[in-house]
């Protein structure tokens, strides 16, 4: 018999980024660098296992922002035309390298999986990614969830409960307009977590919600068994806990196989290598240099000084980390399980960014992970939470603590000096929404319109990533200049739904724009 649980969870997501008015857009790089290095990777590996009758799984969240960006036609158009310019400069850097037989087969490595991802992309999927991972849901693999409709920081609505009861509610709406199905959890977008979120989550029809660790630890009363079993909050509303030894494992760039000097060097790529005249066209039409994918080199240690990548060696450290890692969780769960009533569960979430963009090599370790966990019958089994609750429906009761899975595990990252100024707008915005609401409980035609825009203007602002860069000082402007878009946006459509005078035209055009939640419905704020 099974000993006990580990319940791998990965939480996908990326910021809303979509702009049709720039023929090439730096930031939609984004997306197209996340489907080249992480979600096509991730496909790959699940199609291997389920080829090979391997049995395994895992719990995904797609956010809705994500998922809006990969159902989108005019990204899928241009993440074909990112594929192809990434290939021309494979065949470039092919001929580039010709004479330096210690780097010719790290391009050909590049332009062979390039042309992989481009087949599945095109061919095999026809642009639709949700569909790949639906299918892998229906086949029983994938227990996939939710998150907040734009990924919006939870807590800090709470002085205006309707918005945050919005951001819950459209996340549920576009995932079964996605997936086809209504989801059973919900990655609360940072873990950022404090009592009363579970009333909302329950009015939805979320059975259970992701914390970090001292979210349980701290709970009150404090559970006996910590993280290793869900608590249910006082409405039935299920919260599992971060497991800290099995992140630390994984997350660290220290102490985590992330940083072993043997895997892909992140920073080192030839978009920033490279003659400027030669890259120019790959990198930003500005002239900035970026990232172009191509990185020859391997971590090699603290020193600027870079030895070159070898796949070989990566693929084999890989296989010995999920090993080690198996290992300590059979370990881990082995001690646990003497002293519980019950199999433990041992809950790892990633980012799953994490895995092929950040960590090339996470992919393969991931690979190598699942199919170990398939050889072990005695101590460590896959599940999901759902199925958990099922297996062991009695867990203790709890308030879970304040907490997210930020820096201090508060709300620090998203609340600080550098980006506390968005709240007044944000917490206004969010009243005017609510006003027009109620105002206009039965509009229809274009005030209708103008209503459904202004909702999706404000859930827009709120989205927790423009924060979280403001305090981290990366692409500031971006995430300043978004934020102040769609409150300049939310304030014009205000102003003119309550004075009668809707400028059409100028409503189809940032409807063009912020395109996504076709279904939404502005009633959700009343």
Known sequence: ???????????????????????????????????????????????????????????????????????DGLLQRRYVRFLDLSLELAEKEIKRTRNKPDVLPLARMYRDKLSEAR????????????????????????????????????????????????????????????????PTGIWLPECAYQPGIETYLAEAGLRYFFLDTHGLLCAQP?????????????????????????????????????????????????????????????????????????????????????????????????????????????????????????????????????????????????????????????????????????????NPCAIPAVSSWGYNRYHEHWLSDKNDWIYRHLYKAAERMVELAQKYPQASGLEKRALNQAARELLLAQSSDWAFIMHAGTMVGYAVKRTQDHLIRFTRLYKTISKGKIDKAWLADIESKDNLFPRIDYRVYS
Not at 49 to 56: I, N, R, S, Y
Not at 269 to 286: F, K, V
Not at 325 to 353: C, G, H, K, W
């Open 119 to 182: 087949d599945l992309f095109v061919h095999r999927y026809d642009h639709d990614l949700v569909h790949a991972f639906r299918s892998f849901m229906e086949a029983g693999h994938l227990e996939i969830i939710t998150c907040g409709a734009t990924h919006g920081y939870l807590p800090l609505m709470s002085l205006t409960p309707n918005a945050l009861r919005a951001q819950i509610q459209v996340a549920v709406q576009t995932h079964e307009h996605f997936l086809g199905v209504k």
């Open 222 to 394: 404090r559970p006996q068994h910590g993280v290793h079993t869900p608590i249910f909050c006082p409405n039935g509303v299920a919260a599992f806990g971060r497991d800290a030894k099995s992140s630390k494992q994984v997350w660290s760039s220290e102490e985590g196989y992330p940083g072993d000097p043997y895997y892909r060097d992140f920073y080192r790529d030839i978009g920033y290598d490279l003659d400027h005249d030669y890259i120019r066209p790959y990198i930003a039409a500005t002239g900035e240099r970026k990232m172009t994918g191509f990185k020859y080199h391997r971590i090699t240690g603290k020193t600027d000084h870079k030895e070159l990548y070898q796949p070989q060696h990566a693929r084999s450290k890989a296989a010995a980390h999920a090993g080690d890692f198996l290992f300590n969780r059979q370990r881990q769960i082995n001690i646990l399980a003497t002293s519980m009533d019950r199999p433990p569960i041992v809950v790892a979430p990633y980012d799953a960014e994490l895995f092929g963009h950040w960590w090339y090599e996470g992919p393969d370790w991931l690979n190598f992970l699942l199919r170990k966990v398939a050889l072990d019958q005695e101590v460590v089994a896959l599940i999901t939470p759902a199925e958990y609750l099922k297996q062991h429906p009695k």
């Open 1 to 71: 018999m099974t000993q006990g649980y580990l319940a791998l969870v990965l939480h996908a997501h990326l910021p809303f980024v979509r702009h049709p008015e720039h023929e090439n857009f730096l930031e939609e790089d984004w997306l197209f660098q996340a489907i080249t290095e992480t979600y096509i990777p991730l496909i790959q590996v699940f199609d291997g296992l389920e080829q090979d009758g391997v049995p395994f799984k895992i719990t995904l969240s797609l956010t809705p922002t994500l998922l809006s960006m990969l159902g």
